[in-house]
């Protein structure tokens, strides 16, 4: 009886018609779960077998294959075909789901972080946002270049929050790393100095310095990490940040910004830029 009941109920979600509502999509799923393993065999290779269907008339599909998708993720049987499929759907709300999914079984999937990498650079925000969300549980250098990628793309408040909470998790993968020089980056270093302030310890004040000093941040981001400099800095350390703001070609509102950083320093924690400031 329970295994009839196994294949009627993965009928209901692998046929034409799908049971209404998460309601429907529940009383679906959980019998497979607990009728042990011979009907819960019956209940994959349904799924499998509606999985590789291709009803290109059925402008539903992708919805559908989604929902087999989330059938495999309630009893923890990973079908590496149909995620990768559904990571690249037409549909980027299915897109999204899919890239959630990838979290949950990256244990289990030697090609994870090879799938989210493929996300960070979707033209859709709420793809990119899962695919950083997801990135942040990885323990692997090549996570924490993919959150930068990410932020090539526009950022909203919401991917600036996600990427941010992302270096901050990854922070053990990728700072020890970045002191030795042993962290592989490419355009992503442009970056860096965005990792560096989420982090927000005096331990990364002398990468912040040699990035300064190598001239491979820029703009509002050179900016931003000699604040960095000036809120967290020794003395030795509080010096280039201040030749920085001294300089000719900082524009004055970005030299201000310094400046007032290291008069706080000077203020808040008595540090002051080692040598002459005259």
Request: charged letters at 25%; a negative charge.
């Amino acid at each position: 009886v329970i295994k009839e009941r196994a294949v009627f109920d993965a009928r209901a979600i692998t046929g034409e018609r799908f049971a209404p509502g998460p309601k429907g999509r529940e009383e679906s799923e959980k019998v497979p779960a607990a009728a042990g393993p011979p009907a819960k065999q019956v209940f994959v290779d349904l799924l499998r077998e509606f999985a590789e269907t291709n009803a290109t008339d059925d402008p539903l599909i992708e919805r559908h294959k989604l929902e087999a998708l989330w059938a495999h993720q309630t009893i923890d049987e990973p079908n590496a075909a149909l995620l990768a499929e559904l990571v690249r759907a037409k549909d980027f709300r299915v897109r999204a789901a899919a890239t959630r999914v990838v979290g949950h079984w990256a244990d289990q999937l030697p090609n994870a972080l090879d799938l989210v990498g493929l996300q960070v650079i979707d033209p859709h925000p709420r793809v990119r946002l899962e695919a950083i969300r997801v990135l942040g549980q990885f323990r692997d250098p090549r996570a924490f270049s993919l959150v930068l990628r990410a932020l090539d793309a526009p950022v909203d408040t919401w991917i600036d929050y996600a990427a941010w909470l992302a270096c901050r998790e990854l922070e053990a993968v990728w700072l020890p790393r970045l002191r030795e020089g042993k962290l592989p980056l490419g355009s992503e270093s442009q970056h860096l100095a965005f990792a560096l302030k989420a982090v927000n310890s005096p331990a990364v004040v002398p990468a912040l310095v040699e990035l300064v000093r190598q001239k491979r941040v820029a703009g509002r981001e050179l900016t931003n990490a000699l604040a960095l400099i000036a809120d967290l800095g020794n003395p030795q350390e509080l010096r280039p940040a201040f030749e920085w703001a001294m300089a000719e070609g900082m524009s004055p509102d970005d030299a201000a910004i310094v400046l007032n950083g290291l008069a706080d320093a000077a203020r808040k924690r008595g540090v002051r830029p080692a040598g002459e400031l005259t």
